[in-house]
């Protein structure tokens, strides 16, 4: 199993739409996680973390099921500006920072 | 505004040529990581350093790619021979004490004929 799976999409959504994503991973000792945001042809930025159980910015909420080792991303009333492609982040066993695939986003008018 | 810095931003080489990627990391940052992105693979970790030491490099073709971290605020890449295959772009980041966030530079395009 890889360290952490994404849904590659693409997820192709209407303005306004709710969307999810899923991540997986393997590391049950990871306590924090990260959801990072890349524009296309640009370097990946830090869009949430998450320490807990979840958390919630705006229109953008996180949430960590541990049982289950699974995080998701939230994304309500969905703007243009939100197309992009959306990288989980886990910590890995040497305390790095692994990435997953990505979930690409386009978010149509 | 402290940024992470990646030199040269686009590379163009031909294959067999030695190419050397530069990162300076934010100030005071501790652990910088080097990651490959293709549109394939995703972002590939190749290698990271903490307090200038080689932490894993396992992610490195060892044969042809080298990681350094001469002094705090510089980290090398250098791949040599380069080879087609190695066309993708490269990104730096660092990360301060307890590793809560890591900022990316803009990467180096590199593209090998």
């Known amino acids: 199993r890889k360290e952490v799976e994404q849904d590659p999409g693409p997820f192709n959504v209407p303005e306004g739409a709710t969307v999810a994503f899923n991540c997986t991973y393997s590391?049950?000792?990871?306590?924090?996680f990260f959801w990072y945001r890349q524009d296309c042809r640009k370097e990946p930025k830090l869009l949430m973390s998450v320490y807990s159980s979840g958390n919630e910015d705006g229109r953008f909420t996180a949430q960590l099921n541990r049982a289950s080792q699974y995080i998701s991303l939230l994304i309500r009333d969905s703007k243009l500006s939100d197309s992009a492609t959306y990288l989980c982040v886990v910590p890995g066993y040497g305390q790095n920072f692994v990435f997953g695939p990505g979930t690409r986003l386009s978010v149509l008018p | 505004d402290a940024r992470v810095t990646q030199t040269p931003r686009d590379k163009v080489t031909e294959m067999g040529q030695e190419v050397t990627m530069r990162c300076q990391p934010i100030?005071?940052?501790?652990?910088v990581f080097w990651y490959r992105q293709t549109m394939m693979q995703g972002l590939e970790l190749l290698a990271y350093f903490r307090n200038r030491a080689p932490l894993d490099d396992s992610g490195m073709p060892k044969d042809r790619f080298s990681a350094e971290m001469p002094d705090a605020t510089l980290a090398t890449l250098k791949i040599q021979p380069s080879e087609p295959r190695d066309s993708a772009v490269y990104f730096c980041?660092?990360?301060?004490?307890?590793?809560?966030?890591?900022?990316f530079g803009q990467g180096t395009r590199l593209t090998v004929v």
């Open positions: 590391n049950s000792a990871s306590q924090s």
């Open positions: 980041a660092s990360a301060g004490q307890g590793g809560t966030e890591a900022f």
């Open positions: 100030l005071g940052h501790n652990t």
